[in-house]
């Protein structure tokens, strides 16, 4: 499979896990039912898009864009930025907030959170296949080809 197809497959699989996400449970406040991954996402975006935690999502995508640009570098800046910024959701809402705006979170907003880390680690892998072309090196060392220590 070539490189930018299997870049493509990367970004895929990423992005099929971040739309699972929005279909799981992602959260709730103890005063109300569960909400969808969707559901948080729109919340946020149209009432709380102040709060670094929805950042996170337009850094998955300009990951993602990165990716199949044949950046990954900047890929993996975007994505480690991008989960700590999924991470501050414990920090700006957390579930024992004295103001009810708290939330638990639940499995939606790990599997989101995994995505992005998802992401990160392609990203990574890309990052080192480029490197070791850049070095000269047509594949990744095997036993083979390895020299031993004499």
């Given at each position: 499979?070539?490189?930018?197809?299997?870049?493509?497959?990367?970004?895929?699989?990423?992005?099929?896990?971040?739309?699972?996400?929005?279909?799981?449970?992602?959260?709730?406040?103890?005063n109300t039912p569960a909400i969808l991954g969707w559901e948080a996402f729109l919340n946020?975006?149209?009432?709380?898009?102040?709060?670094?935690?929805?950042?996170?999502?337009?850094?998955?995508?300009?990951?993602?864009?990165?990716?199949?640009?044949?950046?990954?570098?900047?890929?993996?800046?975007a994505t480690v930025v991008a989960a700590l910024l999924a991470l501050s959701q414990s920090?700006?809402?957390?579930?024992?907030?004295?103001?009810?705006?708290?939330?638990?979170?639940?499995?939606?907003?790990?599997?989101?959170?995994?995505?992005?880390?998802?992401?990160?680690?392609?990203?990574?892998?890309f990052a080192a296949r480029e490197a070791w072309s850049a070095r000269g090196y047509r594949?990744?060392?095997?036993?083979?080809?390895?020299?031993?220590?004499?």
């Amino acid at each position: 499979m070539s490189l930018p197809r299997q870049r493509q497959v990367a970004v895929a699989i990423c992005c099929l896990v971040y739309a699972v996400s929005f279909f799981l449970p992602a959260g709730d406040n103890h005063n109300t039912p569960a909400i969808l991954g969707w559901e948080a996402f729109l919340n946020a975006l149209l009432l709380s898009w102040f709060l670094p935690m929805w950042w996170a999502n337009p850094g998955f995508f300009l990951a993602g864009w990165w990716v199949l640009k044949g950046k990954p570098n900047w890929a993996m800046l975007a994505t480690v930025v991008a989960a700590l910024l999924a991470l501050s959701q414990s920090i700006f809402l957390p579930p024992d907030s004295s103001t009810g705006y708290g939330y638990r979170l639940l499995i939606g907003y790990y599997v989101w959170l995994g995505s992005i880390v998802l992401l990160g680690l392609f990203s990574a892998l890309f990052a080192a296949r480029e490197a070791w072309s850049a070095r000269g090196y047509r594949s990744a060392p095997t036993h083979s080809n390895v020299a031993t220590p004499a």
